[in-house]
């Protein structure tokens, strides 16, 4: 029992330890950035918000029925009142005029026109004389309609349901960048992780050198010489140490304030392996994401933009009409009944126009920079869609390039390691050099942060590939 007895708290130390730590892969915390991030969370928020602009755009072209009025319009005062002599007199007056119009409208999205059908009650109280009367419109039908002027409706029709397709893949974009990001604060973590293991592992192996070392120079088989440099590296080791314990601590928070994590236990990342080799065509990736992607939307959506800018100019400056015609019945009486008992024919039509004759060069002005403006905006989106081409065959290039070498450093590691322990059992044997053993270990260190940078390059590849044409490549199929 007694021999038993520390291999036994030795276990329990070690169960403890690891409950004390929580352990991720690199999926699981892409998942966990994009459920509970604040990023993610923005993201949805955006699309609700999309979502709801939509539906009120839609909510415009179809009937709206309103209620309005003046309830009460009571008033009591001194009018003036011009008398037959041309003198003026005050006179008292004392009423409410109350008005109450119930109308159905209908926007015409192909003219940019309105048409109406209303019912309308008016009554009016003189206090003063002691008399009430009403005045209505039982059943009234009318239209407003634009003439030579810019058809503004006709024109959201078509933009409006680019936007909201736009905002809509914006939010996939959202998702993606998102997991481009938790991968950047993994790999942090993670080469902060190795960093320290390295540390840990090389400060107890030059302990552990140096005391043989010591052992070493009592039997003459090293110089003192020797015996400093080990002690040198065992210093060395111990800053190192410091060092990669608080990059560290700050990696881990980054990555917990990113997450939104509330854990107080230590996070342990596992080193991700590469995913199943895959050929990409570069022709298929740039496709992808112009069926995918919200900036090629944007390009459409640009262009429309300005070609409606430029035709708003164009039509404003010149000849501009409203016409407005409305037919129904009206009646009046000292009830409310009585403008439903034969009431009358009640007709309505105004044309108002307004046309410029002169204005001293204004109107072309206007024009030309309208045209210099659509011309503009179409040299952009051709730029914008060449550097959008240009990103993704260079991301396709890099992520090809990068599988191949993420492979070749993992033999370098693996490699490198093997070779250090051959290294640290010769010196031990005596048939080895301090400064030999120095180098192998230095090469070992190397190849290992080497292996690990070169996976957070391969992984960023990946998600940047991913967020950039909005397609799983992996696995054949559109991000959704």
């Known amino acids: 029992m007694k ?74 005062s001194y009018i003036e009142v011009q008398q037959p002599d041309g003198t003026i007199s005050f006179q008292p007056v004392s009423n409410n005029n109350s008005l109450l119009n119930l109308a159905l409208t209908q926007n015409i999205a192909l003219t940019g026109g309105t048409i109406f059908v209303q019912k309308q009650l008016q009554r009016f109280d003189d206090f003063a ?68 293991q390295i540390a840990e592992k090389n400060r107890s192996n030059n302990d552990t050198l140096y005391q043989i070392a010591q052992h070493k120079l009592e039997l003459g088989k090293i110089s003192q010489n020797d015996l400093l440099q080990l002690q040198m590296g065992v210093l060395t080791a111990e800053k190192d140490l410091a ?48 069926a995918n992607r919200a900036d090629a939307i944007a390009f459409r959506r640009r262009l429309l933009e300005a070609e409606r800018d430029a035709l708003r100019e164009k039509k404003e400056i010149g000849l501009n009409a409203l016409l407005e015609a409305s037919f129904g019945f009206s009646n009046q009486g000292t009830r409310p009944g009585d403008i439903y008992m034969d009431p009358q024919d009640r007709e309505f ?50 992520f090809q390039m990068l599988q191949k070498q993420v492979k070749l450093t993992r033999l370098t590691d693996s490699i490198a390691a093997n070779r250090y322990q051959i290294a640290q059992d010769r010196f031990i044997l005596g048939n080895l050099s301090v400064t030999d053993l120095g180098i192998a270990m230095q090469e070992k260190d190397r190849a290992r942060r080497d292996y690990i940078l070169a996976l957070r390059d391969y992984w960023q590849a990946y998600y940047s590939l991913r967020l950039l044409t909005l397609y799983d490549f992996e696995k054949n199929n559109k991000i959704q």
């Open 129 to 196: 004389r002691n008399t009430t009367r009403y005045n209505g419109i039982p059943f009234g039908i009318g239209f407003a309609q634009p003439l030579f002027r810019f058809n503004e409706m006709k024109w959201s029709r078509e933009i409006e349901p680019l936007k909201y397709q736009e905002g809509n893949q914006q939010f996939f974009s959202a998702r993606e960048e998102v997991a481009l990001n938790a991968t950047g604060y993994y790999f942090d973590l993670l080469i902060a992780q190795v960093n320290l």
């Open 349 to 398: 039509v105004q044309l108002q126009f307004t046309l410029p004759i002169m204005t001293w060069g204004r109107n072309k002005a206007r024009i030309e920079i309208a045209k210099a403006n659509r011309e503009f905006a179409q040299q952009s989106v051709e730029q914008d869609r060449l550097t959008f081409e240009q990103e993704i065959f260079t991301q396709v290039t890099l």
């Open 3 to 76: 021999k038993l007895l520390p291999i036994l708290l030795l276990l329990i130390q070690s169960h403890f330890s690891f409950a004390q730590t929580q352990h991720y892969t690199l999926k699981e915390v892409v998942n966990l950035a994009r459920e509970q991030s604040i990023a993610a969370k923005q993201a949805a928020t955006r699309k609700n918000t999309n979502e709801w602009q939509y539906r009120s755009f839609i909510a415009d072209f179809k009937p709206q029925l309103s209620l309005n009025g003046t309830l009460p319009g009571f008033t009591r």
């Open 243 to 290: 060092s990669a314990q608080q990059a560290t601590a700050v990696a881990s928070l980054r990555l917990k304030m990113y997450l939104s994590l509330r854990d107080e236990r230590a996070v342990a990342l596992e080193i991700p392996q590469e995913a199943h080799e895959f050929a990409i065509d570069p022709q298929r990736a740039l496709d992808e994401a112009f």
